[in-house]
Nanobody
Framework: QVQLVESGGGLVQAGGSLRLSCAAS?????????MGWFRQGPGKEREFVAV????????HYADSVKGRFAISRDNAKNTVTLQMNSLKPEDTAVHYC?????????????????WGQGTQVTVSS
């Protein structure tokens, strides 16, 4: 069982930055999990944002955030972070942290085993 708690969301103007954090408590070693960020905007389906492999050696981003967002993790502190720069109004969404046990990383939400409750990001124009 893994509990995930996101923090760091809020209201920001277009062009601004936010840093989301996800703290994990796990009965299994946190470093066994690939970690992803997803988001769900108003009236939209949940979509992939970024993923980082269990060791942190590989990252992958959605085209819509590539070059603006950066995912990182600290396995000693059981945390994963999403640095979001040059934010746009279309980034407005509830952002979720998710954990997938081992194996290949995935951009598909249904491959993830555990989810946080989400944190709201609102970007004003």
């Amino acid at each position: 069982q893994v509990q995930l708690v996101e923090s760091g969301g809020g209201l920001v103007q277009a062009g601004g930055s936010l840093r989301l954090s996800c703290a994990a408590s796990s009965g299994r070693t946190f470093s066994s999990y690939n970690m992803g960020w997803f988001r769900q905007g108003p009236g939209k389906e949940r979509e992939f944002v970024a993923v980082i492999t269990s060791s942190g050696g590989i990252t992958h981003y959605a085209d819509s955030v590539k070059g603006r967002f950066a995912i990182s993790r600290d396995n000693a502190k059981n945390t994963v972070t999403l640095q979001m720069n040059s934010l746009k109004p279309e980034d407005t969404a509830v952002h979720y942290c998710a954990a997938k046990f081992a194996g290949a990383y995935s951009t598909r939400s249904y491959d993830y085993n555990y989810w946080g409750q989400g944190t709201q990001v609102t970007v004003s124009s």
